[in-house]
């Protein structure tokens, strides 16, 4: 079975500050990795995935993740965060067998000030 | 596109009573998904459907739960009856046929449940 880990519950930090949100997983088979943004009052949306390749992946809005297998981590950075860009964060993983299931992690929620 | 759509967006009812909630999906999506999110258990998996068939049920909590998706375009999560502790935001959301389980979910702006 996966499961994912988040290891901060909340991150406070500076605009303009660089930010890593913390992410590990188990799984025995191969991954597929994913963050989700939920900003207040609405509904996850995807923010980026990891399904093959290039480990590095990045967002539209400055966000990357790198897929570390040997870490078995997926962790998100922003290297200058903006005011916007509080919200939770959700860090997910999926695999290519049994049921087509998408386990989340717990969230972090980031807290830019000013 | 007007994605996933979820009614009603709050809902305030009393313990004991029936509670309906409902979604539609992104059309030409064939994964439909419930979900439900507390501050203290977080993003739970209720129940997932593919092609209107539910797949997965492990997560509904008990009998109280019900879900079903009579077409493509349209699935229900009854409560009946409410209990407070069913207070939560419910989300439903959809994905794209299944093409290597790498794909995204879509989802709904959620309802808030009050059950006092």
């Known amino acids: 079975a996966q499961s994912v880990t988040q290891l901060d519950s909340q991150v406070p930090v500076f605009e303009e500050a660089p930010v890593e949100l913390r992410c590990n997983y188990s799984s025995s088979v191969s991954v597929y990795l994913f963050w989700y943004v939920q900003y207040p009052n609405q509904g996850l949306q995807l923010l980026l995935k990891y399904l093959s390749g290039s480990t590095l992946v990045e967002s539209i809005n400055g966000f990357e993740a790198e897929f570390n297998k040997s870490q078995t981590s997926f962790h998100l950075r922003k290297p200058s965060v903006h005011i916007s860009d509080t919200a939770e964060y959700f860090c997910a993983v999926s695999t290519n067998t049994g049921g087509f299931k998408t386990i989340f992690g717990a969230g972090t929620r980031l807290f830019v000030k000013a | 596109d007007a994605g996933v759509i979820q009614s009603p967006r709050h809902e305030v009812t009393e313990m004991g009573q029936e509670v309906t909630l409902r979604c539609k999906p992104i059309s030409g999506h064939d994964y439909l998904f419930w979900y439900r ?9 209720l129940i997932y459907f593919n092609n209107n068939v ?40 959809s994905s794209p046929p299944n093409r290597g389980r790498g794909d995204t979910q879509y989802f709904g702006p959620g309802t808030r ?4």
């Open chain 2, 54 to 93: 539910p797949i997965d049920d492990s997560g509904m909590p008990e009998d109280r739960f019900s879900a079903k998706m009579p077409n493509a375009s349209f699935s229900t999560l009854k409560i009946q009856p409410s209990e407070p502790r069913d207070s939560a935001v419910y989300f439903c959301a």
């Open chain 2, 37 to 45: 999110q507390t501050m203290m258990r977080g993003l739970e998996l």
């Open chain 2, 113 to 116: 449940l009050t059950v006092l």
